[in-house]
């Protein structure tokens, strides 16, 4: 079975950075392919980066550009979001994905929820100004 677990959440002020990691196990695929998502109250679930291999090609969403960074490392097998100058309207659970199929990471199809077959619970991030 598939897990994906979230961790780095936290509480932080306006221009603050944060840095999120993502470790998941029994996720075999030959080429991982995994993302970030977020959902903040009230709105739908978005994309926010996406990243195959060990960082061989990556996507960010306009919001992320110029802020975050994401990587993976797949022999930690982990994924990572480095978010920087963090804004209020950044406050929402972030949720790490991952693909059964590679080529998720190399489209369009990196944007939509519905791409992705496994899930985290998520760990909460709120931005106060």
């Known amino acids: 079975q598939v897990r994906l677990v979230e961790s780095g959440g936290d509480s932080v002020q306006a221009g603050d950075s944060l840095t999120l990691s993502c470790t998941h196990s029994?996720?075999?695929?030959?080429?991982?392919?995994m993302a970030w998502f977020r959902q903040a109250a009230g709105k739908e679930r978005e994309a926010i980066a996406a990243?195959?291999?060990?960082?061989?090609?990556?996507f960010l969403a306009d919001s992320a550009k110029g802020r975050f960074t994401i990587s993976q490392d797949s022999d930690k097998k982990t994924l990572t979001l480095r978010m920087t100058s963090l804004k209020p309207e950044d406050t929402a659970m972030y949720y790490c994905?991952?693909?059964?199929?590679?080529?998720?990471?190399?489209?369009?199809?990196?944007?939509?929820?519905?791409?992705?077959?496994?899930w985290g619970r998520g760990t909460q991030v709120t931005v106060s100004s």
């Open positions: 029994n996720y075999l695929a030959i080429r991982p392919c």
């Open positions: 990243a195959q291999d060990s960082g061989s090609t990556t």
């Open positions: 994905a991952a693909a059964n199929n590679p080529l998720v990471c190399v489209s369009d199809a990196w944007f939509y929820a519905a791409s992705y077959n496994y």
